[in-house]
Nanobody, 127 residues
Framework: QVQLVESGGGLVQAGGSLRLSCAAS????????VGWFRQAPGKEREGISCISNGNGRIYYVDSVKGRFTISRDNAENMAYLQLDSLKPEDTAIYYC????????????????????WGRGTQVTVSS
């Protein structure tokens, strides 16, 4: 059964850190680009970072650049998102997703291209 499961969310004060994990099962995550998305209450789902398959090219949206770090461990079938210098506006449900696009192509944070999705983990940042 194909599955993505996020973990690591929680409540943290502004300026704090969290490390989100994305565990894949039922397929080989290494063949997929991985994207992280978030959705705040009343807002649309927003793509924030991705890492391509093959060469591991990375992309961040400007709002998280320099604060968040995406990574992957293909041997463990895992992906991660390190969240540092958190702000209250980072409060959202965070999702990981997998895209089986061509190997080595630049990844995208367009949700439409992703094949598999996790159910999300809540991140709440207090001021």
């Amino acid at each position: 059964q194909v599955q993505l499961v996020e973990s690591g969310g929680g409540l943290v004060q502004a300026g704090g850190s969290l490390r989100l994990s994305c565990a894949a099962s039922g397929f080989t995550l290494g063949y997929y680009a991985v994207g992280w998305f978030r959705q705040a209450p009343g807002k649309e789902r927003e793509g924030i970072s991705c890492i391509s398959n093959g060469n591991g090219r990375i992309y961040y949206v400007d709002s998280v650049k320099g604060r968040f770090t995406i990574s992957r461990d293909n041997a463990e079938n895992m992906a991660y998102l390190q969240l540092d210098s958190l702000k209250p506006e980072d409060t959202a449900i965070y999702y990981c997703a997998a895209d089986n696009g061509p190997m080595g192509f630049p990844c995208t944070v367009s949700p439409d291209t992703y094949n598999y999705w996790g159910r999300g983990t809540q991140v709440t940042v207090s001021s």
